[in-house]
DNA sequence: CTCTATTGATAGGTATAGGCTATCGTTTCA
DNA sequence: TGAAACGATAGCCTATACCTATCAATAGAG
């Protein structure tokens, strides 16, 4: 059976007039009459009481219709659902983010998302890296925003920007008077980190080159924001990622914010997101309102 | 668009796999998978994320597929009517009867077809022949009980019994003393006519060869039970139908019942159809059990 | 790291379904 | 009686949905 046929049983039991019916379906009259036809020698009933004078419904026939037009309205809504969806950009998508960046960057975009992108529906969740990898291989988010190459992984990526560590260390702290601060310096102080999930404790560990006897193990905190609690508590030094240091809340809080003086001390902020992911011009247009609305302590790549 | 297709899509959306899909369709794979792809081009979205690995709905795709389950559902319904209906004999049959056979004819069928053909939903109706006619050409009756030929009208019909006029008097009527009536008895009488619309009254002037001075137009009588009873009152004579003598109250209405001596003093009940009535098996059943129940003061004809 | 199995996509050929024009048979109306 | 209107039928043609064979990409085993 064919929704072409319903269209055409619709149009005959609407005009009860073949000739008028098919000229409404764009059709000659034979080709109507011969798929009432079909369809009645398919369903095995008469559907229309014909003479050379009038078309009429059977009861059986009034029944069919009243299905047949339920089905064609179902088909209308579906073309009508998929009319609305055919704009890549409108829709759902599903945006992770990792703790360390989320709370920092989703505010600066949610808004001039929702202006360039009114059709867009953005849904925002929070959660570390192995988390998202594992929530976008199964369908559960569309892209996330990564610190990691996850090329390797068969994810496709678009690169975002380089966001600076700088360092931030209590007010009494020896480095207090030292005007430039490099890596090496790093090396030497008291860092704080993150539990290991979070992908920034390791890439503090790397960028320092912090050996094992030197992580302060037991005092890693879950949040960056309680981790900034502990410096301003005197506790020791750590690396936050630029945005939160424009973000955050760090006037009034007691601790110093310096920058470093190193070009390389960066992560790589990256959208990430399946291969095959169908609406790349989604995560297209995500980038671009991200790289514009990015205030100028991170270096766009772009 | 096809329901095929919808099929496809569901069979695909279910089973997560293109092989598996195509052989629950029985159909190869490359052709679920071109379907599939057309599909998508016609609705103007991407409805599946596929890779070698997985096969997974984006999320138009779920509107989309809930919107085709509604439709497959529907036309399920549309061919399970059909199915239900595919019995000739099952579903409504609007019968109208004439006034003067309808009290006496339907009551000996009712149960006799409720038994014979359950599936048949039997609606009754009572109404003089123009306005039987009249709907049965509107579509608003499928079959009428008339005691006139309408095949000069452009319909069809199934002849089904002769059934002949007594003729009723008062007690103390001139005829009491008469052991033989024949129809030449009948000029003489004063006949009780209904009202002109019934088919009955034209029929008694003819048979009894009534001329215009003899008609008892003054009391012409709405109902034959009404008519009855100004014979009973000692007003006149009439000719009733011999089955509202077996089913009418005449027993301690006081009139007198009389046979007549003559073959010719009858008229003929057919089934009175439309000639493209499409469910003439529904008309055969009906004629067979309204003969099966015919008490035999009437002369069936098959 | 190579080999193989699995999976969806593609290519090319064929048969059927659905389309058309022309015409018929019947009925209605002038 | 002739013309017009209408649905059905016949015969032909094309688009499309189907098939088999094969490709390309990936994952997992040895």
Redesign the interface.
Known sequence: ????DLKYLLAVAELKHFGKAAGHCFVSQPTLSSQIKKLEEQ????LF???NRSV?L???GE??VE??R??IA??D???Q???I??DPLA??LRIGAIPTLSPYLLPLIYQPLKSAYPQMNPIFSDEVTQMLEMRLTN?EIDVALLATDATGKGFGEIPLFDEPFWLIHPPNHPLHTQDVITLTDLRELDMLLLSEEHCLSRQIVEVCQLDGPRRRDELRAFGLETLIQFVSNGLGCTLIPALSVHGGRMTGSGVITRQLDSGEAVRRIRLVF??????RHALEALAEVILQNLPNTVRCLA
Do not use: D
């Open positions: 059976m064919n929704l072409r369903l095995g009933v008469t009481e014909r003479n009429e059977t009861p059986v029944a069919i299905h047949a339920l089905c179902q088909v809504a579906m073309v659902t998929a009319k969806h055919q829709g759902q369908h399946r291969p095959n992911f169908p609406r």
